[in-house]
């Protein structure tokens, strides 16, 4: 609806021979808006108008810059886990940081160009505009489109400013790329290269290639005995090897239950526990959230994230909140020094569930296979 029912709208035929500029200000009129000051800030060509067209650009190179830096080191950055003072730690810690840094960098860079896009090479407007309520006619529209085109024609992003169109398609693609890359970098890498012993599939208590069965050790790295639990408590332990306190699908809870309690031994599961100890994965099958309140005389374990609870006395199986799986348990025995360890990996994927590991997982016929 025009804000300005007094003036006469052109014919269709009429407004077909108007200039851009002639629709544009008709447009203006339409929606009762009274320019006091409207024109370009600078001469065409002149040195200001350079000027400030390297000023907006270089926001836009810049931003463009961090974008392909952000894509570069979101693929081929070390991201694995090394130890401290071994000679990747560096590499990996600075990996977050880098792409925290790049990609914020691309945003501020490219949210300030467009300011600078406005402030510096857009037509100078000062205007007074009567607001309406309701759809604008579709001559408003069409005036609308033209006042859109001329913007663009006195800022010269139309027909000149190479610099300066150059550089925001280099940011806004940039930052397009960038926003889709942790999507598609999935895709990148290959999950299944090392079949049977891709990342997935195996966790750090899996054994040594020589055969060596992974001891279970507190976070301070001191091995675990029987006699370290009281009856009826749990412990959270790690894999005994170089970073297994820091891999994400290590940690698991040992407890220790009561002579008198009964657990459901799921099949193909028998003998994975080791007298009244059992082992279970730490992380939730949810979204990967670490598992750790314990309720002794339930015997009910909650997700603190999202309010799972599993229940130990039924193999670990979700009795509420959205998990939707048991968590794995890890077959355990004591080695010659009566220290615990993994008497093997885990017979299942720990974690979220993902589309190869199936909606229902092969519990109940053979461990892990690889796919592919």
């Not at 407004?15 to 006091?36: N, Q, T, Y």
């Not at 002149?46 to 979101?74: C, I, N, T, Y």
């Not at 000062?126 to 085109?149: C, F, K, N, P, Y």
Request: charged share 20%; with cysteine.
């Amino acid at each position: 609806m025009s804000g300005n029912p007094n003036l006469q709208i052109p014919a269709e035929a009429e407004r077909a021979k108007m200039s851009r500029e002639e629709l544009g200000a008709l447009g203006m009129a339409l929606d009762g808006v009274e320019l006091a000051e409207y024109g370009e800030r600078y001469v065409p060509g002149s040195p200001a108008d350079k000027r400030a067209e390297r000023q907006v650009a270089k926001w836009f190179l810049l931003a463009g810059l961090m974008a392909v830096v952000f894509v570069v080191a979101f693929i081929w950055w070390p991201s694995h886990w090394e130890p401290a003072y071994s000679d990747g730690q560096l590499a990996y810690a600075l990996y977050t940081p880098i792409i925290g840094a790049t990609l914020g960098a691309t945003i501020l860079f490219f949210g300030i160009g467009v300011v600078a896009l406005a402030k510096r090479v857009m037509p100078h407007e000062v205007a007074v505009q009567q607001r309406h309520i309701g759809m604008s006619d579709e001559v408003d529209r069409q005036t609308l489109a033209a006042q859109i085109m001329d913007t663009g024609d006195k800022s010269g992003l139309i027909k000149r400013r190479g610099v300066l169109k150059g550089s925001l398609l280099l940011a806004g693609g940039g930052l397009g790329i960038a926003a889709v890359v942790p999507v598609l970098g999935g895709f990148i890498k290959n999950p299944w290269e090392e079949r049977a012993e891709s990342p997935l599939w195996v966790t750090p208590w899996a054994p040594a290639a020589d055969g060596t069965k992974v001891r279970m050790v507190q976070i301070d790295g001191t091995p675990v005995r029987p006699e370290d639990l009281d009856a009826g408590s749990m412990a959270t332990v790690y894999p005994g090897v170089p970073g297994g306190s820091k891999a994400s699908d290590a940690p698991v809870m040992l407890f220790r239950l009561r002579s008198d309690q009964v657990v459901r031994i799921r099949d193909g599961q028998q003998g994975f526990q080791f007298g009244d100890y059992y082992a279970y994965s730490k992380i939730c099958t949810h979204v990967g959230c670490p598992v750790s309140l314990y309720e002794q005389q339930t015997g009910r374990v909650l997700c603190p994230c999202h309010q799972s609870q599993f229940d130990l006395n039924e193999g670990m199986f979700p009795v509420f909140g959205p998990a939707s799986r048991p968590l794995p348990q890890l077959p355990i025995e004591l080695d010659d020094k009566g220290y615990f360890v993994a008497a093997r990996d885990f017979v299942e994927a720990v974690g979220p569930g993902f589309w190869e590991n199936g909606k229902y997982p092969a519990w109940y016929s053979e461990p892990k296979e690889a796919t592919g």
